[in-house]
């Protein structure tokens, strides 16, 4: 049994070519990879490599990890500048048994020497947001989840490993140097191929203060579905994070178990994700919070076609 999952749409003609990968017997490894490159080169996603949108200084830095669940090897990048595919180089970092974590110039230097494709990732669209968003910001204040998305995926091959990655440009806007979940281990990816793997999407500040992809592993160790696990601990964090402080950021999450069952939960509406498990095709569905719930369904036909057309309308100064 083979099976992925994805945070958001976007992550659709990446899983459909990884998902035959697995068909042909490929680990769950290099399905994570392909899948999540595809999204990277893609540019037209905002939020996630080539074309994702910059900091503050109007800098593309992008975060990046990647786990192995049945070696606990881990990798991951934070604050990359300028390289094509930052997922691939997380994965290459999980080969070693230290120096796992790389961030910036250090990580920058580490690619360069293992010849990782090297790239401009701020785009000219990128650049007109900025802009745009500059003149906005005069008008009215910065939300701190305006614009963002990561891809998170967890892959279950025939032979039973399960493997998480993610891959991100961060918080539009975001201070140089900020880094959120995604190349935190247990914050937004973890995997175990004795139970299941999680990764996360939303506010990388509230989703690291869960350890939320971790503690979605541990619940299904503990015997809970994928999708109670996802549930209770989304529910759980959100709880927390209002009672202590009156809000909560954003929280999306996405798991599967060894059976390749899945889970989702969320507090936001429309959140997308997709799954593809052998003997079927690939799925996108919707989720959105119903009371202490997320109602699931599949995407409708509309839905799916305004997606692309939305994503690559023109964008004018
Ligand atoms: N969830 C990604 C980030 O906050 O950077």
């Known amino acids: 049994m083979w099976a992925m999952i994805a945070t958001w749409r976007m992550a659709l003609e990446g899983v459909s070519e990884a998902g035959k990968l697995l068909q042909e017997g490929k680990s769950s490894g290099e399905a994570i990879e392909h899948a999540i490159r595809c999204v990277e080169d893609f540019p037209y996603y905002k939020s996630v490599g080539y074309g994702g949108l910059p900091n503050e200084e109007m800098v593309v830095e992008l975060d990046a990890g990647y786990m192995d669940g049945s070696t606990m090897a881990m990798g991951a990048v934070a604050g990359i500048k300028d390289f094509a595919n930052p997922i691939s180089i997380a994965k290459d970092l999980s080969k070693d048994t230290v120096n796992c974590v790389l961030v910036a110039e250090g990580a920058e230097k580490y690619a360069s020497k293992k010849g990782f494709e090297r790239k401009t990732m701020l785009t000219d669209r990128a650049k007109i947001h900025y802009r745009k968003r500059i003149k906005l910001l005069k ?106 402080r009156g809000f909560a950021g954003d929280l999306s999450v996405v798991a599967i178990d060894k059976d390749g069952n899945f889970g989702c939960a969320t507090n936001i509406k429309n959140f997308s994700f997709v799954v593809y498990r052998q003997g079927e095709e690939p799925i996108v569905y919707l989720a959105n919070p119903v009371g202490n719930q997320t109602e699931i369904y599949p995407a409708s036909q509309e839905w799916m076609d305004n997606y692309m057309k939305e994503r690559i309308v023109p964008i004018e100064e």
């Open 139 to 244: 008008e009215e204040e910065l939300k701190p989840y305006d614009g963002h998305d990561t891809v998170g995926e967890v892959a279950l091959d025939s032979q039973g490993k399960i493997v998480a990655g993610t891959s991100t440009s961060g918080l539009f806007m975001k201070k140089a140097g900020r880094i959120g979940d995604s190349p935190i281990v247990g914050g937004g990816f973890y995997a175990d191929s004795e139970v299941g793997g999680a990764t996360a999407t939303g506010l990388g500040e509230d989703l690291m203060k869960g350890c939320i992809s971790y503690e979605i592993v541990r619940k299904m160790k503990e015997g809970l579905s994928p999708q109670e696990a996802c549930q209770k601990t989304v529910n759980e964090l959100d709880a927390k994070l209002k009672k202590s």
